[in-house]
């Protein structure tokens, strides 16, 4: 099996999905969960050759002219994505099965899932920067289509609506950098501009590459100030909010920034933008997670804090920083898959989500509450667990650099050792219980997703050596651009680290125990989130739909006349400034070739065109306008053109019954034009009759490629056997055109008349 074989799989599966539901029923999901299982023991048998640096690659060609080839590209940092979208993928099928069982449009739900799926392999396997691009834009359309999937409720659409705005618009920015990149490099392989790395940071276009490909890193994994639209996002169905955070659409901006550390980072500007904005984030959201009640914004904010975290440590950029991302990356996709699952099974038992109304639940849901339990530990930094691993790697990759980083961190832990308590020991170990429901122990569906992850956490925090030297030092290898080495223990010894962790504990502690005083929040809090980033959105929103209703006001009025004459100063602006923008015309016609009578014929449509535009009386004017065409008609025949000329007579004078059979059915008009409308539509016309003059005058003087006409003339007989050459190329030389041409016009005919049966049907005269 290669790696496109892995990514039609998926996408032929998700095609695939609703025709399962309908007849395997409630087994789909299980049986969905074969292929994302299966393709983990794939990726797992990759694992010793990336281990050794040799990173899997393949590519196909697929639209050349455009430099865009099905490339991929798998080395340690792909890899462990990989890992976690298809395992995490697995469990959230089993798990979506038995929470939204009985759902009329499950089938449906688990084809957007496997649409997302594929979007985030297809997404973190890719080498061709355009390819990136793509499913990169396809992770926000099934992101979409999973927030809004209820999409009866308010404010799932508009959750659903301002995540695919947010992320759309930085994956704008996100594809002009690749572009610029692309002419940087001259290429659009990953693999391939690696080795180019030092004169693309030394570019004058280096700070524009790195500015667009930060918005589309930082609107995609929330990053400050485009942190509102994932809490907003949890208006999602659970499954879909665990596998956002765990695994994939949210990590996707982190997973971008690791990808290019090794060409865009190590600057200053690099640096101070991610350390930053990384830094703002991690700190903002943690705290906003503790004025939250609902468990899913709670868990929202602390993986907005967690993205924060790793945009932070990636600015950092030393090799030990860049490993501390990779382990806090691992151990936040277990734990925190978790907790979201359990969420959900809280939710699906007890009717609620209120951290207020829960309580006392590890009776009820002795399992759920050991996974849960299992899961906030980690998250909390408590060893054995991975999470300990993880705050442990931090801090030892901050303790040699700058003393505020290392508290900027650490307070972030402790601001996550007491988010991990108000999630977990409220509603299973503390208080009473309000909640609507009579909690119980839901189906093993439910509960062996999170204590499979939750597990996963405590074996690798038991056993680091599992994953430390194979997946995430090859990882760590890969977004630093050179070895690093990852040594993963629970006991380093009385180290500085040893001693903030614990400085971290009895921090959370104290928040969590005066947690009733953080939740209300003070008032410039309450300010910011009344003006802050998300206020901006709205009101940039709201001012799209003015501009929109007014140009639909301006422009959609509902009057023919104004359509035409939109439709004409637009071209006369579009073609007409660039032409005088242009040289300086050379038009200088002999007016001594003029003849007496092609200058009076001349004279003749001039005069018809202008009694056309003042006459009073319709059927004078629709008499002017015939006197027009068959003054063209005569021109064709002074110039050569016989059979153009008897084209144009009959043209003319189906249009002139026309329109009188048209005019007589119309109501007499009550008034004409006023004058002032009349001036401007003829000096309207004079312009675009000027421009035609001219285009056609600087036409006639242009000669890229030999006249065809010779062609024409000469292939006419021999070729077609007809002697009419205007004939022969309607319907020999151009025959599909012109069929083409019939079909429409038939096709418009037909139209026309199921128009005039339905208006006699209906008694519309």
Known sequence: MDVLAVLLSIFTLSILAPALHRFAGNASGVLSSLLPFSLVFYFAT?????????????????????????????DGWSLLFALLISGVGGIVLIYSGSYLRGHPELGR????????????????????????????????????????????????RAGALQALLVTGAGGLALLAGFVLLGQVTGSYEYSEFLSAAGSVRAHPLYPAVLALALAGAFTKSAQFPFHFWLPNAMEAPTPVSAYLHSATMVKAGIYLLGRLNPVLGGTLLWSESLTVVGG???????????????????LAYSTVSALGLMTFLLGVGTPEALAGAAVFLFGHALYKGALFLIAGVVDHETGTRDVSRLGGLRQAMPITAAAAALAAFSMAGLPPFLGYLGKESVYAALSDGEPLLLVAAALTSALFFALAAIVVVQPFFSGRLLAPGKPREGPTALWSGPLVLSGAGLLLGLAPDLVDESLLASASRAIAGKPVDVDLVLWHGFTPAF????????????VFASRRRWSLQPRWIRVIERWGPERWYEGGLE??????????????NGYLRYYLLTVVAATLTAVGAPLLRSAPLSLNPAWSDFRFYELALAALVMSAALATASLDSRWGAVAALGVVGYGLALIFILFGAPDLAMTQFLFETLMVILFVLVFYFLPRFATSSPPGARLRDAVVALLAGGLMTLLVMIATEVQLQPSISGYFAEGSVPKAHGRNIVNVIL????ALDTLGEITVLAAAGIGVFALLKLGRGEGIS
């Open 46 to 74: 990759l694992l010793p050759r990336i281990a050794a640096g040799t990173p899997l690659s393949a590519s196909y060609p697929w639209v050349p002219g455009l430099g865009l080839r099905l490339s991929f590209y798998v």
């Open 109 to 156: 739900f688990y084809s957007y899932l496997l649409l997302f799926m594929g979007s985030m392999l297809g997404l973190v396997v890719s080498d061709n920067l355009l390819l990136v691009f793509v499913f990169w834009e396809l992770t926000g359309f099934a992101s979409y289509m999973l927030i809004g999937f209820e999409h009866e409720r308010d404010r799932a």
């Open 280 to 298: 703002v984030t991690m700190l903002s959201a943690a705290w906003l997670g503790l004025g939250q009640s609902d468990l899913k914004r709670i």
């Open 499 to 510: 001693f903030l962790s614990l400085v971290t504990f009895a921090g959370g502690i104290a």
């Open 543 to 556: 001012a799209l739909y003015a501009t929109a209703s007014t140009q639909t006001r301006l422009l959609q």
């Open 731 to 734: 319907v020999d030389f151009r």
